[in-house]
């Protein structure tokens, strides 16, 4: 047991380093939020919306969203609505957060609809 333990501190100080992040605030109110895993972005965003929340962006797996939550309140909205974490969005920044926000195709931008 004791040759396995600097393996077992090394992983726990590993995975903890991300959750360090969640003791301060985010600094421009957006926060991600780790939904259970099989959520499609579907659920996300009437999870979101159930919260009084909307999406401002999706992560990298579709189980992640990205929102504004100025207030405690918000946040614990969200995960009273299903979410697991709730912590500032920058300590995802590359992992989990896409770096380019979607935004829609230029085709739809200029299309008119069919008459």
């Known amino acids: ?47 979101a919306a159930e919260a009084g929340q909307s999406t401002l962006n999706m992560g990298r797996a579709a189980n992640i969203g990205v929102f504004e939550l100025p207030s405690p309140n918000d946040r614990q909205a969200l995960r009273e609505a299903g979410a697991w974490l709730v912590l500032p969005a920058n300590a995802f920044r590359g992992c ?16 008119s609809p069919a008459t």
């Open 1 to 47: 047991m004791l040759k396995i333990a600097p393996t077992i501190l090394l992983i726990v100080l590993i995975g903890a380093t991300p959750l360090l992040a969640a003791a301060e605030p985010a600094e421009d109110g957006r926060y991600a939020a780790i939904f259970p895993p099989g959520w499609q972005a579907r659920d996300v965003v009437l999870a």
């Open 96 to 111: 989990l957060i896409d770096q380019n926000p979607t935004t829609p195709a230029r085709r739809f931008a200029t299309e």
